[in-house]
């Protein structure tokens, strides 16, 4: 499988051979001894995967149904009439489906694949960058790229990567496209991170955005036994990110919800000018005092707010 895909997610690996992760992970670590594979958290890839980067052909089938709930939740995010951007990636293709359901967006982006899912929603506005086509992951790149978003300023960005920690932040495998992804986070006000638990604790070659620059995460349901990716995501909200988890239970979130899927978030202080509430260091938020804090439409798209 990690041949054929590039990559592969022990979720997928227990689900393809019916067995327990536990097995699974056991038996992943014996290819590494072999040199088949290397592992990665929540997953493995082909040996030199640190520099590796896999094509949009193996990305679109690992993780599908986390990356699903991940747009799901991060479409709740964007309201209508709002101005953002929108990177490249399986994840962001998935979100840009959602968002051609909004009215009176318009979506800057560098990526063929969110620009297709756009182009026949009538309602939404698509600009796309300039700049040279990369092939495998369908994006533009390179200084034409770069020099379009000059004095671009939007609300959010939504961005994905080939990993994430606390230490560095999202990074990628590749410079042309860590170039550009720092040129669109340099114009929003806000960044917003898509990331499935295969990213979390796995660290890549260029850095995209460092930690103190990304306001959220949006990520899905860790494993009961998964505690490094609780240790990362409490690593990365104890540095002002706010973690919004996508929950296993699936159903609508109000009326006018963009999405659907049980939204559990964990909302953070954030460092600096970005920080709304007293006290320091991280601060979970009651369900009530979340919703009464919140718009209207936002009150519609949160279902609980609990603490992990």
């Given at each position: ?99 051609a359901r909004i009215p009176g967006l318009t979506v800057v ?200």
């Amino acid at each position: 499988m990690v041949r054929a895909n590039g990559a592969v997610s022990l979720r997928e690996l227990a689900r393809v051979v019916q067995t327990s992760e536990v097995t699974v992970r056991r038996d992943v670590r014996a290819l590494e001894a072999e040199g088949l594979l290397d592992r990665r958290h929540g997953g493995a890839v082909l040996p030199g995967g640190f520099t590796r980067e896999s094509g949009f052909p193996q990305k679109s089938h690992l993780a599908t149904a986390e990356k699903t709930a991940i747009a799901d939740l991060a479409a709740g995010l964007v309201e209508e009439g709002e101005a953002i951007v929108v990177g490249a990636g399986t994840t962001t293709q998935e979100l840009a489906r959602r968002l051609a359901r909004i009215p009176g967006l318009t979506v800057v982006t560098n990526s063929l694949l969110v620009a297709q899912a756009l182009a026949h929603a009538n309602r939404v506005e698509v600009v796309m960058t300039g700049g040279t086509l990369r092939g495998s992951n369908y994006a533009l790149v390179g200084s034409g790229a770069e020099q379009s978003l000059q004095g671009l300023r939007v609300s959010r960005a939504f961005l994905s990567g080939s990993g994430l920690t606390a230490e560095r932040g999202l990074s990628t495998s590749n410079m042309l496209s860590a170039s550009v992804d720092r040129a669109l986070v340099q114009a929003a006000a806000e960044v917003v991170v898509l990331a499935d638990h295969t990213k979390l604790g796995s660290d890549t070659m260029f850095q995209t955005v460092p930690t103190d620059l990304i306001t959220r995460l949006v990520t899905d349901e860790p494993q009961a036994h998964d505690e490094r990716s609780a240790t990362e995501l409490q690593a990365l909200a104890d540095q002002g990110v706010q973690i919004v988890v996508a929950g296993a239970g699936m159903g609508p979130v109000g009326a006018d919800s963009h999405s659907s899927g049980r939204q559990a978030r964990r909302d953070m202080p954030l460092p600096g000018q970005r920080r709304t509430h007293g006290g320091p260091g991280p601060q979970l938020r009651s369900a009530a005092s979340a919703l009464t804090d919140q718009s209207p439409g936002d009150r519609a798209r949160v279902a609980d707010l609990r603490r992990r």
